[in-house]
Structures are given as structure tokens and as C-alpha cells.
Nanobody, 119 residues
């Protein structure tokens, strides 16, 4: 099992910045990817950014150029630096970890952290 604990959410004005952290513990060896998803009220959960075991990253088009995902392997922590925040970025942000075994994807989730951007 993998435990994920997010922190860093809060209230910020449009144009501001926040940094989310996700600390992983448990059976974190051989995780294939970690990332951030978000879910706004009345909407489906969507991928924001991912970082893969080899270091490559990908981003949703809506955050490209504004958000940066990174990791600190020594601390087993993944970060999401969010700049130039917009009201439409308001959502609960969830940390995610993926492990692929025998072609099956195992997903692990954090409890979520609220990000609210005021206009």
C-alpha cells in the first residue's frame, strides 16, 4: 500500500501562487508515476500534471506554462508549483500515484486539498 498526504492548499487571489506538496510513504518502490488531479464542484476529476519514474512530465493544456510538477526523491515528495492562478483553477486537488503490475494500473489517492482562487 501507498499512503499519500497532501498539503499546501488555501485561498489566494487571482494571479497569485501556491505550492502543493504530496508526501508518499509505504510501498513506494517501483511507482511508475505520480501526479496531481483536481475536481471542481459539479465536474469530473481531471488530470493536472504527471511526473514519471524516468523524470518526464506532462500537463493539462489549461495549466501548461503556469504549473510545474517536480519531485524530491530523497523526501519521497512531489510538488506542484502553481503560478498565475485563475478562478477556474479552484478545485480540490488530489495527489495520485500509479503502479503498473501485469498490465494493470493500481491507483493510490491522497485525501485532497482545497485550492480556492478569488477574482
Amino acid at each position: 500500500q501507498v499512503q499519500l498526504v497532501e498539503s499546501g492548499g488555501g485561498l489566494v487571489q487571482a494571479g497569485g501562487s501556491l505550492r502543493l506538496s504530496c508526501a508518499a510513504s509505504g510501498s513506494i518502490f517501483s511507482l511508475n508515476a505520480m501526479g496531481w488531479y483536481r475536481q471542481a464542484p459539479g465536474k469530473q476529476r481531471e488530470l493536472v500534471a504527471s511526473i514519471f519514474s524516468g523524470g518526464s512530465t506532462n500537463y493539462a493544456d489549461s495549466v501548461l506554462g503556469r504549473f510545474t510538477i517536480s519531485r524530491d526523491n530523497a523526501k519521497n515528495t512531489v510538488y506542484l508549483q502553481m503560478n498565475s492562478l485563475k478562478p477556474e483553477d479552484t478545485a480540490v486537488y488530489y495527489c495520485n500515484a500509479k503502479r503498473v503490475r501485469m498490465s494493470l494500473i493500481h491507483d493510490y489517492w491522497g485525501q485532497g486539498t482545497q485550492v480556492t482562487v478569488s477574482s
